[in-house]
């Protein structure tokens, strides 16, 4: 079961999610909170696969929750679920290390899959703001200072974790990769594992935006 911790301050969505999710197979709540203090005392008792983290809160807001709990828990997945698709939102809370960015009209069934999808290390954006999620990760990504990386490990990547590498950049899915290379996404997923623990990055968005900045993506660091 994948143990769910609801973060909303609205308890009306807060109880209606608790709801539609305790239906979903393989899903379990195992909590819920107003805000992200609240959240985190939750979490360490309970401690949740997947958060689910509302942007606009009080006291303190989903981007920074999912920082703290990024920080605290790095195993911990984080979907950012609300009514806001603006660009300082959805960028903020990838930054910090979200898994996934839903908005609230999202159906059950997209939602329930997007749990999945996170806990087994893959990504999920909302169609409406992934194409631009993307662009805009790509242009802060060569703007910024190049991420550093273990460069004996970057020495040993083998010719299908750079393939791995290239897709990850292009922002495609663990289901996708899989489908592309032909693997199974269990491979796809071990190797993305294999290839942060080799280049010392923390997480998959590390990864895809050192590969938009050494040019990974247009195949021009690798052969």
């Excluded at 401690?47 to 689910?52: E, G």
Aim: negative net charge; proline residues 2%; hydrophobic residues 45%.
């Amino acid at each position: 079961m994948i143990r769910v911790l609801i973060v909303d301050d609205q308890e009306l969505f807060r109880e209606s999610l608790k709801v539609v999710l305790s239906v979903s197979h393989g899903i379990e709540v195992v909590g819920a909170a107003s805000g992200v203090q609240e959240a985190l005392k939750s979490a360490a008792a309970c401690r949740p696969d997947v958060v689910l983290m509302d942007i606009r809160m009080p006291g303190m807001d989903g981007v920074e929750g999912t920082r703290l709990f990024k920080e605290r828990w790095p195993g911990t997945k984080v979907v950012v679920l609300t009514t806001f698709d603006d660009d300082e939102y959805v960028f903020g809370a990838l930054k910090n290390g979200a898994s996934g960015y839903l908005l609230k009209g999202s159906s059950v069934s997209e939602l329930s899959r997007a749990i999945q999808i996170v806990h087994e290390g893959g990504a999920m954006l909302n169609p409406e703001i992934a194409s631009k999620a993307i662009q805009q990760f790509s242009s802060m990504a060569r703007g910024a200072a190049t991420l550093q990386v273990d460069q004996q490990g970057e020495a040993e990547l083998s010719k299908s974790e750079r393939q791995v590498i290239r897709a990850v950049g292009r922002g495609l899915s663990n289901k996708e990769i899989a489908g592309e290379l032909c693997l199974s996404e269990g491979t796809v997923r071990n190797a993305i594992s294999g290839i942060l623990s080799k280049l010392d990055l923390r997480d998959r968005t590390q990864l895809a935006i050192w590969a938009v900045q050494t040019g990974a993506v247009n195949q021009g660091m690798f052969p």
